[in-house]
C-alpha cells in the first residue's frame, strides 16, 4: 500500500488527460495549419467529442473525492503544489455541464472556421450571426464561473488563463498605463520624426524568409527535434511540450513581421519545450500562465530580439538571405525595428503603441461579458477608442478592426490583458538578468545569449506550475509584478 | 419510443467512435508525415491511450447485450447489413483484452519509429530487437482471433483486412499465379529486350514534380477541398473520409515512382472521399476491405493511369514540368512505364513482377504467425524466394529486403495478399468497364474519364460495407473474384 493512494490515483488520471490532450492539441493545431474547409465539420464534432470525453473525465465524482482524500495524506511540497493545480483545474471543469463545454466548442469551431473567410471579405454582419450565440455561451460560462468561485464575472474568465489576476489589478495597472502611455507615444515620434529609416526593398522569396526564420528560431535555441514551424492566417505556438508545433505567414513584401512573429513564437516554443520533463502530464508541471507565456515570448521579442546586440547578429544574416541592401546595416535596421507608429494591427504594432490595442480590447470585451454592452456595440465602441488612444479612423474597416484577431471567433473572452501583463514580466526578468549579469548588454552584443536563456531556465521555464504567480515573480526577480520596470525599459530603449 | 431503440443506441455509439477514430487517424497521419524524432514517446502514448478508449467501448458489455436486442429489432436492408458489420467490428474487438490493444499499439509504434532509421542502416540486428516482442504479440492475436472465430490464425488475421478471404482461396489464386508469372515475365522480357526505351534524364526539381503530381490528381478528380498531399518516408492513404490525407515521397532523379505513386494514392483517396456520405460514421459506410480498397488504388494506377490513352494526356505535361525531351514521347513512354524488370523493392515494381513480391512475403508471414519459422528465419527465406521467383540475390542488403516495408515494422501481418488480390479486381472491373462501354480505349484517348470514374462511384465506392466482397464483385462484374481478368490484362497488355 502507498503512503499516498489517492495523490496517486490523481496522478495517474492527470497522466491519462495528459495522453488525450495531446491529440486535441494536434487536432487544433492541425485545424489551423493544414485542414482543408470540407474537413471543417468532420472535425469540430470529433473536438467537441474530445471535449466532452475530457470533461467527463474532470467531473468524475470519483475524482473530487480522491482530492478531499489527497489533501490528508503526506505530501511533500511538490505534490502539494500538483495537488493545488490539479484541485484549480477541477475547481475549472466542475463549474461547466458537459453539455455546455460541448456547445461551446461547437459554436467556436463554426465561428472561428466561417470568420477564416469572413475577415478577408470584411464581412462582420456575417460575423455577427455565430457571434452572438458564442457571446451567450461565453456569459453563460462566465456567470457559472462566477458563482462557484465567488469571483465577478470577467475575473472569473480571466482567472482561467492568468490565475489570481483580477480586474481591481488589470484597472490600476491598466489606469496607470493610460496616464503615461500617449504622452510617451507623442515624445517617441517626435524624436524619431528626425530621424531617416531605410525601408528594407523587397520583394523577399518566402523560401528564403523560412530559411532565415529556421536559422534565426535555431540561434534562439529552438530544439527541431522537438518541434516544427509551419504556416497558419493567425501565428501561434500549439502542439505538446514533447513536440511543439509554431506557426508564422509570410509575406513577400515584409520579411520582418513574419521574423519577430517567429523569433516571438519562440519564446512560447522554448517554455514548452524547458518545462519540467520529470513532472510531465502532472498540472504542476504546465506553464504558469498566460501572462508568464507572454513573458517569455516577450523577453525573445522585445527584450532580446530587438536588442541592439541582438539586431548586430541578425544585419549579416538579413544580407545572405535576401543580397546586401544599405537597409539592413544595423543602425538602420534597429531604427527600423524600433519604429513607433500607431497602426490598425494588433500583431503588427510595435512595443509602444501595443498596450494601446490591449487597453481597448480589455475596455470592451470586460463590458461585453459582463452585459453592459451587445454584440452590435462593438464596431462604434471599436472605432471611438481607436481615435482616442492611437488617433486612427476605423470606421467600416472591421477586418482590420474587431475581425482581426483569432480571440473573439474562438470564444477566447479575458486572455487580452495578458500580453501587457506579459511585457511588464518580460521587463521585470531582464532587469533581474541585468542585476545578475550587469554586462548583459555586452554579452549580447559579442553573440552570449547564454545569460538569458540560463535564467529564464532556471527561475520560469522549469518552475512549471510550481508556485503561484506572485511567488513565481517574488523568487525569480525579488518582487511581485512590478510594471515600473515596463515603464523604465520603454524610457531607456526610446528616450534615452 | 422509436422502433429500434437498441439499434440506434448502437448508431450513436458508432457516432461517437467514428469522431474520436478521426483524432486518432490524424495523429498516425501527422506521424508519419510531420512529427519530429523527439515526439515519438509522448505520440505512441497518446496513441495508445486512444486505442485502450477506443478498446473499451467497443468491449462495453453493454454493446453485446444492444447487438443481440438489435437482431430482434424490425430493420431494413441497409439498417442490417450495418448491424451485420457492428457485429464483425464487435467479434474482432471482443477477441482481444485491452493490455493486448495497448501492448501491440506501444509495439508497433517503437518498432516503426526506430525502423525508420534501421531502414537506412541496413541494420537488421537492431530491428529484430523491437520485431520479436512486435511478432509475439502478433501470434497471441492470431491465437486469440482463431479460437474466437474459429479460424485457422493466419486465416483470422487476414479476416481483418479482407474478410471472409481464407488461406485456401489465397492458396488456390497464388498458387495458379506461380504457374504462369515465371513463364510470362519471360516471354514479355524476351519482346521487350528488343524495344529501345529512352531514359528521361533529370534532376527533376521537387517543386515541379510536387505541382505536376497535384494536376494529375485533380484530373484524376480528387477534391483538394477536403484532403491534401504530403510526404512521408512511405506513401499512404490517411485522415478520414471528410479529409483524405494521402502522401508521397520526392526523388530528384526520378519523378515517375512518384507520380504513379500519388495516382495509386489517389484511387485510395477517392474511394474514401465518395464512400456513402448519408451513413458516414457507421460501419456500413466504411470501406468494403483492403483488396477492393486496393482495387481501386490499382484501377486508378495501372488500368487507367498506364494505359496508352492516360499516358497520351500525361505527356505534355511533363513537358510542361520538366521542359520538352524525346524520353516524353507518348509512344516511349508508353514504353517506359510498362517496362517489365525485376526487382528488389515492391513499391517500385511493375505491375507484372509485382505479384511476386505479394507471393514471397505471403510464404513468409504465414509461416511466421503460425510458428513455423522464426523471425531470425527471415532473411535466409527471402534470399532464396528472391532468386527462386525474380532471379534476383539480396543477400546481406536487409534494407531492400525485407526492411523495405513499414507493415511488418507496424505489426500488421495478413495484409500483403491484399495488393494482388486488389490488382485481380481492378482488371475484373475494368472488363465490366468495357463491356458497358465498348468504346472505352476511345473514350480513355479523348481524355474522358467519366466511364470509369461514374462507374467505380456508382457500383464500388457508394456501396461503402453494404455487401460482402462476394455480393460487391457479383453485383458489380457479374461474378466473384475472378482471377482469370487479370492474366487476360497482363497477357493483351504485354505480349498483345
Known amino acids: ?25 494536434l487536432a487544433g493545431w492541425d485545424q489551423a495549419a493544414n485542414m482543408p474547409p470540407k474537413g471543417s465539420a468532420a472535425r469540430a464534432a470529433a473536438l467537441a467529442e ?45 463549474a461547466l455541464p458537459e453539455s455546455l463545454v460541448q456547445r461551446r466548442q461547437l459554436a467556436a469551431s463554426r465561428c472561428e472556421h466561417a470568420w477564416r473567410a469572413q475577415r478577408p471579405a470584411n464581412d462582420w454582419a456575417g460575423f455577427l450571426g455565430n457571434f452572438r450565440e458564442l457571446l451567450a455561451i461565453a456569459r453563460e460560462e462566465a456567470e457559472r464561473l462566477s458563482q462557484q468561485q465567488g469571483l465577478a464575472r470577467y475575473d472569473a ?14 484597472d490600476r495597472v491598466f489606469g496607470d ?46 530544439d527541431f527535434d522537438a518541434g516544427r514551424l509551419d504556416v497558419s492566417t493567425h501565428p501561434f505556438c500549439g502542439g505538446v511540450p514533447e513536440d511543439v508545433r509554431m506557426t508564422t505567414r509570410f509575406r513577400e513584401d515584409d520579411f520582418l513581421g513574419s521574423l519577430m512573429g517567429t523569433v516571438h513564437e519562440t519564446g512560447h516554443g522554448r517554455y514548452e519545450q524547458n518545462l519540467p520533463r520529470a513532472w510531465l502530464g502532472q498540472p504542476v508541471a504546465e506553464a504558469r500562465s498566460m501572462a508568464v507565456h507572454e513573458s517569455c515570448s516577450l523577453a525573445f521579442e522585445m527584450q532580446l530580439g530587438s536588442h541592439p546586440g541582438f539586431i548586430a547578429r541578425l ?6 538571405a535576401f543580397g546586401a541592401q544599405p537597409a539592413f546595416e544595423p543602425a538602420n535596421l534597429q531604427r527600423l525595428m524600433t519604429r513607433v507608429q500607431p497602426g490598425l494591427i494588433r500583431v503588427d ?18 463590458p461585453l461579458i459582463e452585459g453592459a454592452i451587445e454584440a452590435e456595440d462593438i464596431p462604434a465602441l471599436w472605432d471611438a477608442k481607436m481615435a482616442e ?27 487580452f490583458p495578458c500580453y501587457t501583463l506579459g511585457a511588464m514580466f518580460a521587463a521585470q526578468w531582464f532587469a533581474s538578468i541585468r542585476r545578475r549579469h550587469p554586462d548583459l548588454d555586452a554579452r549580447i552584443h559579442a553573440g552570449d545569449f547564454a545569460p538569458v536563456f540560463d535564467w529564464l531556465r532556471e527561475q520560469i521555464w522549469s518552475q512549471g506550475s510550481r508556485w503561484t504567480t506572485d511567488e513565481l515573480a517574488q523568487r525569480a526577480s525579488g518582487e511581485a509584478l512590478n510594471p515600473a520596470h515596463f515603464k523604465a525599459h520603454l524610457q531607456a530603449r526610446y528616450l534615452g
Not at 349 to 364: F, G, K, M, Q, S
Open 389 to 415: 488612444l492611437l488617433g486612427l479612423d476605423t470606421r467600416g474597416n472591421w477586418r482590420d478592426g474587431p475581425l482581426q484577431d483569432v480571440h473573439w471567433p474562438e470564444g477566447l473572452f479575458g486572455y
Open 315 to 320: 544585419a549579416p544574416l538579413l544580407a545572405e
Open 1 to 25: 500500500m502507498p503512503a499516498t493512494p489517492a495523490y496517486d490515483d490523481l496522478t495517474r488520471t492527470y497522466d491519462r488527460l495528459h495522453r488525450l490532450g495531446h491529440l486535441q492539441a
Open 349 to 366: 504594432a510595435d512595443e509602444v503603441t501595443y498596450p494601446a490595442h490591449i487597453v481597448l480590447r480589455y475596455e470592451i470585451e470586460r
Open 50 to 94: 474530445m471535449a466532452a470525453l475530457l470533461h467527463r473525465m474532470r467531473t468524475d465524482p470519483a475524482l473530487a473525492a480522491a482530492i478531499e482524500r489527497a489533501e490528508r495524506e503526506a505530501l511533500d511540497d511538490l505534490q502539494r503544489a500538483n495537488l493545488r493545480e490539479i484541485r484549480r483545474d477541477w475547481r475549472h471543469a466542475n
Open 157 to 170: 474568465l480571466m482567472d482561467r488563463f492568468e490565475p489570481g489576476m483580477r480586474c481591481a489589478t488589470v
Open 177 to 222: 498605463l493610460r496616464q503615461w502611455l500617449p504622452g510617451l507615444i507623442e515624445r517617441v515620434r517626435a524624436r524619431q520624426a528626425q530621424q531617416t529609416v531605410i525601408a528594407p526593398v523587397g520583394p523577399f522569396p518566402l523560401a528564403a524568409q523560412r530559411r532565415l526564420c529556421e536559422r534565426v528560431i535555431g540561434l534562439l535555441g529552438f
